[in-house]
Structure formats: C-alpha cells, structure tokens
C-alpha cells in the first residue's frame, strides 16, 4: 500500500522561505514520476513543480519559476519542495502526488496522494 506523507508547512513571513518534505512508503519514487501541487481556500488544486521518475527533468508553474525547487532523494525516498521568495498567495495546503505517467502536471494524471500540508505566507 503506497504512502506519501507531506512535512514542513508551517507560517512564514513573506520574502521568507520552507522545505516541504515528502516521504514515501510502499513503493519506491524512482519508479513515478512526483509532483507538489497547492490547494488554497476556494479554488481548485494547482500544479506547482514536477520530476520525473530518474530526476533527470523538472518543471514548474510559471507563478513559482525561479522561486521553488522540486528535488528528491532516493535514498531516502522523499522529494523535497525549496520554496524561497514567499509571497502571501502561496498560501495553501500543499499535497505531494505520484503518478505512473512519464510527466505529472494534472491532478487527474496523480495514482497516489499525500495528505496534504499547510503553508500559511503572512504579509
């Protein structure tokens, strides 16, 4: 039974920076391509950042380009986000997914979930 359990979200000033962790049990990330994606109140689940299964490509939403950074490590079996530059509207509850598919950019293209993390960005 795979798992993915999100760590790291907490409140933060603006300008500031936080690491979300996500570690996997069940299964092993090399084998999926991962994704951090963002749900703030109101509106619908986001693409924030993606890697594919060897880590070899990542890609990002225009709104947080620059500013965050998807990596993993296998040994650990966790993919990270480095979000850095925060701003009040990445304020959200932060989900870590897995999909099968070479490249995981939509919600419906992710197999498993994590439970998701709070990050609140105060002004």
């Known amino acids: 039974q795979v798992q993915l359990v999100e760590s790291g979200g907490r409140l933060v000033q603006a300008g500031g920076s936080l690491r979300l962790s996500c570690t996997a049990s069940?299964?092993?990330?090399?084998?999926?391509?991962m994704g951090w994606f963002r749900q703030a109140p109101g509106k619908e689940r986001e693409f924030v950042a993606g890697i594919n299964w060897s880590g070899s490509n990542t890609y990002y939403a225009d709104s947080v380009k620059g500013r965050f950074t998807i990596s993993e490590d296998n040994a650990k079996n966790t993919v990270y986000l480095q979000m850095n530059s925060l701003k009040p509207e990445d304020t959200a509850v932060y989900y870590c997914a897995a999909s099968w598919r070479n490249e995981l950019r939509l919600p419906e293209d992710a197999n498993y979930w994590g439970q998701g993390t709070q990050v609140t960005v105060s002004s």
């Open positions: 069940g299964g092993t990330i090399s084998s999926w391509s």
